[in-house]
Structures are given as C-alpha cells and as structure tokens.
C-alpha cells in the first residue's frame, strides 16, 4: 500500500505562506484523488482542498482565495500553497490519498473518504 509522508510545516507569522508537500511512496497515478486535510487541537478533523475525479479540485470556504492544491505525478507528490495566513489555520495537516477515486473533490473535503492518510506535519501561525 502506498505510504505518504508530509513536510514543509512550521511556525509562521499571519500573512505569510508555506508550502507543504506530501510524497508518496510509490507511484500515484494521475487518476488518484488527493487531498490535505487538518485538525486543530480540540477540534475535529475537516478538509482543506482535494483533487478529485477527472482532476476537479474543492477547497474548504475557510481557505478559498488563499490555498492552492496541486500534484505532480512524475515526483508523486501533492503541494498546498497556503498564503495570506492566519492564526485559525493553526493546525496539524495531513495528506491523503485514494487510488479508487470514487468521485468529486468537494465529496472527498466533505466525507473524508480517503483510503490512506499521512502522519501528518504541524502548521502553527502567530498574530
């Protein structure tokens, strides 16, 4: 089974960017879906942003206009851009993946379907 491993988390102020990727231990074909997802201490898990069948991508209304989900499959790995941070997206963010690809991005951001999950990297954002 494929394993992914997330990066590029760390302490940023509000209104910086980073960047995390996500590689996968094998190759990810293009016809997988792929998303991030995050958690907040004391709170649950919600989606982010997701590329879903026939490459449709989802974003959460939280991060609209300041997160960019992306994949490069010759590198199996999947990018979040995240701009314009604020402190709410304090969080641990995690990469996910779906070789079934049952169905739209919005559908993975809202029932979480993914069939492998990363351990995660920590995003933290002061004011």
């Known amino acids: 089974q494929v394993q992914l491993v997330e990066s590029g988390g760390g302490s940023v102020q509000a209104g910086g960017s980073l960047r995390l990727s996500c590689t996968a231990s094998?190759?990810?074909?293009?016809?997988?879906?792929m998303g991030w997802f995050r958690q907040a201490p004391g709170k649950e898990r919600e989606g982010v942003a997701a590329i879903g069948r026939a490459g449709s991508t989802a974003y959460a209304d939280s991060v609209k206009g300041r997160f960019t989900i992306s994949k490069e499959n010759a590198k199996n790995t999947l990018y979040l851009q995240m701009n314009s941070l604020k402190p709410e997206d304090t969080a641990m963010y995690y990469c996910a993946a779906d070789p079934r690809c049952l169905s739209s991005a919005g559908w993975y951001i809202r029932s979480g379907s993914f069939e492998v999950w990363g351990q995660g990297t920590l995003v933290t954002v002061s004011s």
């Open positions: 094998e190759y990810t074909r293009s016809s997988y879906c």
